[in-house]
């Protein structure tokens, strides 16, 4: 079995890749924005960054949860993700409601892909 860490702290690994497959922490937005079409273009650009460092991209999808901590987010939510994700290439899917761990947070999403 092959197993890779990217940027791991004592905490969590950014990611964890296993046997082709690449796991990936939650990603929450690293802007100052309140609105969640700018959050999750935020969190995406993050996920399209983490995933070229393991050397994929979002055409290789697996797995996707998202976070949402108002549900009356998801339609601006899926406009964005409608838009960034390739056509035919939709990964297995699940959003909730949760409460996040920084009240200034709308979203995260946590993906696995292949490499």
Same mark, same amino acid.
């Given at each position: 079995?092959?197993?890779?860490? @990217?940027? +791991?702290?004592?905490?969590?690994? =950014? /990611?964890?890749?296993? #046997?082709?497959? @690449?796991?990936?922490?939650?990603?929450?937005?690293?802007?100052?924005?309140?609105? @969640?079409?700018?959050?999750? =273009? #935020?969190?995406? $650009?993050?996920?399209?960054?983490?995933? =070229?460092?393991?050397?994929?991209?979002?055409?290789?999808?697996?797995?996707? +949860?998202?976070?949402?901590?108002?549900?009356?987010?998801? /339609?601006?939510? #899926?406009?964005? &993700?409608?838009? &960034?994700?390739?056509?035919? $290439?939709?990964?297995?899917?699940? +959003?909730? /409601?949760?409460?996040?761990?920084?009240?200034?947070?709308?979203?995260?999403? $946590? @993906?696995?892909?292949?490499?």
């Amino acid at each position: 079995m092959s197993l890779q860490r @990217i940027d +791991t702290t004592s905490r969590y690994s =950014e /990611a964890v890749i296993v #046997n082709g497959l @690449i796991f990936c922490a939650g990603m929450v937005p690293d802007t100052d924005a309140n609105d @969640i079409t700018s959050q999750t =273009e #935020n969190v995406l $650009k993050q996920v399209d960054a983490v995933l =070229e460092r393991c050397f994929s991209d979002r055409g290789k999808l697996v797995d996707a +949860t998202i976070f949402l901590a108002d549900l009356a987010d998801y /339609a601006a939510m #899926n406009q964005v &993700w409608d838009a &960034w994700l390739p056509v035919g $290439k939709a990964p297995a899917r699940t +959003t909730v /409601a949760a409460k996040l761990a920084d009240p200034h947070w709308k979203i995260e999403i $946590k @993906i696995v892909a292949a490499q």
